[in-house]
């Protein structure tokens, strides 16, 4: 039976939560009535995304949002996320959004080959190792609580690849195997693991090109939507899996075209 949606009395973590699906996500959890500690790179837009929320700007919260400015490359980052979320109760719900396409971000368009290595470190480590930091942090509240989830968002790209932004794709595809550990080790303390893995979604304007089955991009709240289910008690046997929301582009041939 499908059950009302409620993070009342929860606490989530998210990454990236000033900006496009992990702001949304954010909102979305503290309307439901979670406290949310809302983590991101951005220190200034963080804090007026979290002063709007507070304010009612985005309409009303039942839950509290706090915020935490920091670098999901380093582990200290995620350990000040996690003093937090204890100070809150402990972490119930972790979202890894932070990421991103390191050629297009690092704005170093040019083939792997020709990558500087600072770039192939920053999409390795803003991807993958921002995750498993996070997830290393909190999955100890977690686990004391018998209780968590931990919801990495995914790419097409790490099924796809990227001739240019290879790290992302590989990153990506990292974590379709992380969330599998994860929900070995979580199993015993009923913490579960998953990724969602979307296609092109409207958070850039770019990503309308983009072609899928449906014929258009997603909508962000199409995925948090998704997020926020996956999060939820509707999916408490839900656990080690890769759930890809992409408008059938996975589906579709499209000729290889060389970079």
């Known amino acids: 039976m499908l059950k009302e949606i409620d993070f009342s009395g929860k606490v989530a973590v998210v990454t990236g939560a000033a ?23 951005d220190e200034a837009r963080l804090r007026q995304e979290v002063e709007e929320l507070k304010s009612g700007g985005v ?3 039942r839950g509290q949002v706090f915020p935490c400015a920091g670098d999901v490359r380093e582990f200290a980052h995620a350990e000040a996320a996690a003093k937090i979320a204890a100070s809150l109760g402990g972490c119930d719900i972790l979202v890894t959004c932070a ?8 704005k170093s368009n040019v083939p792997f080959y020709e990558q500087p290595v600072e770039v192939i470190d920053w999409g390795l480590d803003v991807n993958l190792k921002g995750a498993v930091y996070f997830a290393r942090a909190m999955m100890p509240q977690m686990v004391a609580k018998k209780s ?4 990495c968002l995914g790419s097409v790209t790490g099924f796809e690849g990227d001739g240019v932004g290879t790290m992302y794709g590989t990153a990506k595809s990292g974590l379709f195997n992380f969330v599998k550990g994860l929900a070995i080790a979580g199993g015993p303390h009923n913490v579960r693991a998953l990724c969602v893995t979307p296609g092109p979604v409207l ?4 990503m309308s090109g983009m072609p899928t089955a449906l014929g258009r991009a997603g909508e962000t709240h199409e995925l948090v939507d998704v997020i926020l ?7 408490s046997f839900v656990t080690g899996t890769n759930h890809v929301i992409d408008g059938g582009r996975l589906c579709m041939y499209r000729p290889y075209v060389a970079p």
């Open 229 to 235: 289910f996956m999060c939820s008690d509707n999916a």
């Open 99 to 106: 990421g991103g396409n390191e050629a297009r971000c690092c």
């Open 148 to 151: 968590g989830v931990i919801c």
């Open 203 to 206: 958070t850039r304007a770019a």
């Open 19 to 41: 900006s496009g699906m992990g702001l949304m996500a954010a909102q979305e959890f503290a309307r439901l009535g979670a406290k949310v500690v809302m983590c991101d790179l």
């Open 59 to 61: 309409g009303e919260l």
